[in-house]
């Protein structure tokens, strides 16, 4: 028996997400010139780390090698018609990676379970989330316990697992992520490829898990134990009761259990909720990967394969992990982003939060648009397990619809903000315009004073204005104390008119 483990991980890794769209060949070429450097890097990782080159493989599936033509998809039936793989970066440890650094913290279990792990694969993708695969050989552990004893097993080895999972995810982060995506940044054309944002790199919830699943994998031979295992390691993930309301349509009246059926057939799984399982069937008729149907990639030097997923549906669940994760971390910046752009007392400036706002309205739409665009080029099998696995976690309702709403929200915050702005602007512009009313009104009357005593004693000037009315020498004739306190009079009753006018329009 195999014991797999599944975490989402927040990271510090996102691409410019219309990178690939807007510039299809740049974006591959940048990866292609990364993966040319590769001996450089694992020697670089090597130097930084404890792990040894020959046990860590780094694979950069949107490199050219990897890259589908985007044009007559659909060639086969039995792979994927997506142009590039979802994820960016693989890192692919062998279990000597974990072997003696995992502290058993006071469970032994925790220990026997780091020794017998076999792989590690690390997925990381856009969006900064990343997943953590661990493959871990139980053997006969759980066989060898007597029937009564199986929950308490399980139990244990549930517990220890989600502590592996974490423990694994904290230190590989800090040890073999991050000097990998530092080492990513200082590429040529990266600016135009990753995200160089300081304020979400170094970020303090780099290397979080967001949670832990649990797999058991059924190998031929497996058989003692087998229903008290299946029956108590899925009695939380597919409970009988009924959902909404209605019967779950795999369970209609009169028909035999989901788990009973899972006990008797060895080509069934379950994927519903956190602890998922395998029958040995289930794998055996995808032992055997389909081939890539083009026939030469452009550069097949670079290339490694990927790590082959167990089956179908362990595809569809990668792929409903990282959608899930990701969608969940743009929900909570979309909500941070709210309360602070609607707190009377945020400490960001109007102009940080407009860049906040726009900058998470584009990577949620970009990553709808790729959950949807997505959809129309998996294969077939995958796409049915992918609907049932996210329909089954209330995908739509619980993430779509809430970003989409949030999304709304925040254009409605921005519009506001770009009001507010304006807004502003027009009073910065009206109090300047103001300023130099005053200033003529000060201006024009020294100005007219100075004209009418020049006037009156300059005899050329005086020959040309012969039918001059009295009010220039009366105004020139005026105390220049009497003018000044005029001007002052004029321009208070210019700024009540403003006020007043300005008071109705606010209104």
């Known amino acids: 028996m195999r014991y797999k483990l599944l975490a989402p991980v927040r990271t510090d890794f996102s691409i410019v997400s219309e990178a690939p769209i807007r510039d299809p060949d740049g974006y591959a070429a940048f990866w292609d010139a990364v993966a040319e450097n590769k001996r450089a890097l694992r020697a670089r990782l090597a130097d930084g780390s404890a792990r040894s080159p020959s046990l860590c493989e780094i694979r950069f599936p949107h490199a050219s090698a990897y890259r589908r033509r985007p044009s007559n998809r659909y060639q086969s039936l039995e792979s994927d018609a997506l142009e590039r793989p979802v994820h960016a970066l693989e890192v692919d440890l062998g279990g000597s990676a974990v072997a003696g650094r995992v502290s058993s913290d006071g469970t032994s279990r925790i ?3 780091g020794r ?9 993708f ?10 871990i050989r139980l053997g006969a552990l759980l066989h060898t316990v007597s029937a009564d004893r199986v929950p308490a097993a399980l139990n244990d080895v549930q517990r220890a697992g989600v502590m592996l999972g974490e423990q694994v995810a904290r230190e590989d982060t800090e040890a ?14 990266s600016a135009n490829v990753l995200e160089s944002d300081a304020t979400t790199r170094g970020h303090h919830a780099h290397g979080t898990v967001l949670w832990v699943t649990r797999t058991l994998v059924f190998e031929p031979g497996d058989a003692p134990n087998r229903a008290a295992i299946i029956r108590h390691w899925l009695k939380d993930a597919a409970p009988a009761a009924v959902k909404h309301g209605t019967l779950p349509p795999e369970e209609p009246p009169n028909t035999e259990p989901l788990i009973d059926r899972i006990v008797r057939d060895d080509e069934a799984h379950l994927t519903r909720w956190l602890n998922y399982l395998f029958r040995e069937g289930t794998y055996a008729a995808d032992a055997r990967r389909a081939a890539d149907p083009d026939p030469e990639p ?9 790590a082959t997923p167990l089956c179908d549906a362990w595809e569809a669940l990668l792929h409903a992990q990282f959608f899930y994760g990701a969608l969940d971390i743009v929900d909570l910046h979309l909500t941070r982003i709210l309360a602070q752009s609607l707190a009377r007392d945020s400490s960001l400036k109007v102009d940080e939060l407009k860049t906040l706002l726009e900058q998470n309205i584009r990577k949620a739409n970009l990553l709808l648009l790729q959950f949807h665009d ?14 049932d696995i996210l329909d089954y976690w209330d995908f739509e309702t619980v993430l779509i619809e809430p970003v989409q709403e949030k999304i709304t929200l925040c254009q409605e915050r921005l519009t506001v903000l770009h009001q507010k702005e304006a807004a502003r602007s027009a009073i910065y512009t009206d109090i300047i315009l103001l300023g130099i009313g005053i200033t003529s009104i000060f201006g024009t009357s020294l100005a007219l004073a100075e004209y009418g005593r020049t006037l009156a004693t300059d005899a050329d000037l005086g ?4 039918t001059r009315t009295r ?4 105004f020139a004739a005026l105390p220049t104390d009497v003018i000044l306190v005029g001007a002052s009079i004029l321009s208070l009753l210019l700024v009540v008119l403003y006020a007043y006018y300005r008071k109705q329009q606010t209104l």
Request: hydrophobic share 40%.
């Open 116 to 124: 017998r792990v076999d792989r590690i694969v690390w997925r990381v």
């Open 374 to 387: 997505n959809a129309k080029y998996y294969k077939r099998t995958v796409k049915a397990e992918l609907d």
């Open 111 to 113: 220990a026997e379970l």
């Open 298 to 306: 452009p550069n097949p030097r670079t290339r490694s394969e990927l």
């Open 176 to 189: 073999l992520l991050q000097p990998l995506f530092d080492w990513l940044h200082t590429r040529p054309g």
């Open 126 to 135: 856009d969006h900064g989330i990343s997943l953590l695969e661990v493959d």
């Open 471 to 474: 009010f220039i020498d009366w």
């Open 463 to 466: 020959s040309y204005d012969v």
